[in-house]
């Protein structure tokens, strides 16, 4: 591998310097700031061991060597998310993207909970959903970008099954808003206010002011929804 700190990377770089270092599982890491590690990963096998209880499969000849570890990397080593996932919080708050170790356990456990209590509702949501997506696209002459047909469809579907009711804003709003706020929380990601203190950002960015314009309706769909519910 490189020697020395690297840079961090825009997600578009991520994947070709997997492939240039060709380090374990594709797996490489940066430094944020002066001191903060963080790793880059890509493959499903080590996603899981960071998550989860399980760690990597191991070769036979070493598996009779190594005892099965009862916890996971990511409890091992003490890694979290923060600060990487701290510049998500005025987006998404303290819930399962954001949150560590139990919590964000215990969050998970409710939200799949959530997901499931009614059986076999959200199996008929979903083959509504797909129906009516099949139906649209068959509609369509020539060409489509089937993105925004995907999002919208998506997006009912989450909101029927939580609220049992179509949504009553406009869709597009809100996703025109995701693709913002996603580009401002790459770049703040990337700037020198990611390695200020939060104060900093919130009262001399710019680039806060924007966010907080543009998340205005993605909390307003938030809202209606929770209202829904």
């Known amino acids: 591998g490189d020697a020395g700190k690297m840079p961090s990377s825009a997600i578009t770089n991520v994947l070709p310097r997997m492939a240039k270092l060709q380090g374990p599982y594709g797996c490489y890491g940066t430094v944020y700031g002066i001191w903060t590690p963080v790793i880059h990963v890509a493959h499903p096998i080590p996603a899981q061991a960071i998550l989860q209880d399980a760690p990597p499969p191991i070769s036979q000849k070493s598996k009779s060597k190594t005892k099965r570890r ?12 923060s600060p990487a996932y701290n510049h998500f919080l005025n987006f998404s708050g303290h819930g399962v993207f954001t949150a560590d170790g139990e919590e964000w356990r215990a969050k998970r456990a409710s939200v799949l909970h959530c997901l499931m209590r009614h059986g076999n509702r959200i199996e008929t949501e979903a083959v509504r959903t797909a129906q009516a997506l099949t139906k649209e696209l068959l509609s369509q002459d020539g060409a489509v970008n089937v993105v925004p047909i995907l999002q919208r469809s998506t997006l009912t ?5 939580l609220t049992h009711t179509m949504p009553d804003t406009p869709l597009q709003a809100y996703l025109d808003a995701i ?5 401002i929380l790459l770049a703040q990601s990337r700037s020198v206010w990611f390695l200020l203190p939060r104060w900093c ?3 001399f960015s710019t680039m ?4 907080e314009q543009v998340l205005q309706p993605i909390r307003k769909f938030a809202s209606n929804a929770l209202q829904s519910a």
């Open 70 to 81: 009862r916890s996971s990397i990511a409890q091992a080593s003490g890694a979290c998310k």
């Open 157 to 161: 579907l989450i909101y029927r099954y």
């Open 179 to 183: 693709i913002k706020i996603r580009m």
């Open 201 to 203: 950002y919130e009262w």
């Open 208 to 211: 806060y002011r924007q966010e």
